[in-house]
């Protein structure tokens, strides 16, 4: 699937489980911090979220956001419709 097709939640599990070590069975509900993401790991992915989809996020809004489904609302919120 192309990032234009893949849902916006199955897009941010495909980098997290690629790039981040998240295991297979991540769902979008599964907490950042049940994950084991620290904030250093939250860093990196509001820049991997930036360079892919030209929107700012910091590692903040991504604590608050808390899970995948959190940051689709919260990507949604920043006008990201995938």
């Known amino acids: 699937m192309t990032t234009r ?3 916006l939640a ?3 599990l495909a980098l997290l489980t690629a790039e981040y070590e998240a ?5 979008p509900e599964t907490r950042f911090d049940m994950l084991g993401f620290d904030s250093l790991v939250l860093v990196e992915v509001a820049v991997a979220i930036g ?4 929107i700012t996020v910091t590692d903040e809004e991504l604590h608050e956001a808390g899970n995948v489904a959190g940051t689709v ?10």
Do not use: F, M, N, V
């Not at 295991?23 to 769902?27: G, S, Y």
């Not at 360079?51 to 030209?54: A, C, N, S």
């Open 10 to 12: 199955d897009q941010l």
């Open 73 to 82: 609302a919260l990507l949604e919120s920043k006008g990201l419709h995938a």
């Open 23 to 27: 295991p297979e069975d991540t769902t």
């Open 5 to 7: 097709t893949q849902p």
């Open 51 to 54: 360079q892919r989809y030209g």
